[in-house]
Nanobody
Framework: QVQLVESGGGLVQPGGSLRLSCAASGSIDSIYNMGWYRQAPGKQRELVATLTRNDNTNYADSVKGRFTISRGNAKSTVYLQMNTLKPEDTAVYYC???????????WGQGTQVTVSS
């Protein structure tokens, strides 16, 4: 079992920055991938960034060059640094941890990010 808790969301103006945090607990040794997803109102949940156990990263084209996923000194913590935020980045952001089971991994409850002037 893995528990995930996101934090760091909020309201920010276009061009601003936020850093999201995801704290994992439980059977963290079973995790092989972690990632951030987001879901805007009326849209499907989409992949934002992933981080493997070996620290390989992948990003959605829409955030490449602006967002950075990283692991904290405590290996159970993952961050998403979001710079040059745009209104279209507005969404609920979810942390995800992948293990062998369950199929879709574990999910946090999400943190709201709103980019508006």
């Amino acid at each position: 079992q893995v528990q995930l808790v996101e934090s760091g969301g909020g309201l920010v103006q276009p061009g601003g920055s936020l850093r999201l945090s995801c704290a994992a607990s439980g059977s963290i040794d079973s995790i092989y991938n972690m990632g951030w997803y987001r879901q805007a109102p009326g849209k499907q949940r989409e992949l934002v960034a992933t981080l493997t156990r070996n620290d390989n990263t992948n990003y959605a084209d829409s955030v490449k060059g602006r967002f950075t996923i990283s692991r904290g000194n405590a290996k159970s913590t993952v961050y998403l640094q979001m710079n040059t935020l745009k209104p279209e980045d507005t969404a609920v952001y979810y942390c995800n941890a992948r293990s062998v089971l369950p199929e879709g991994g574990y999910w946090g409850q999400g943190t709201q990010v709103t980019v508006s002037s």
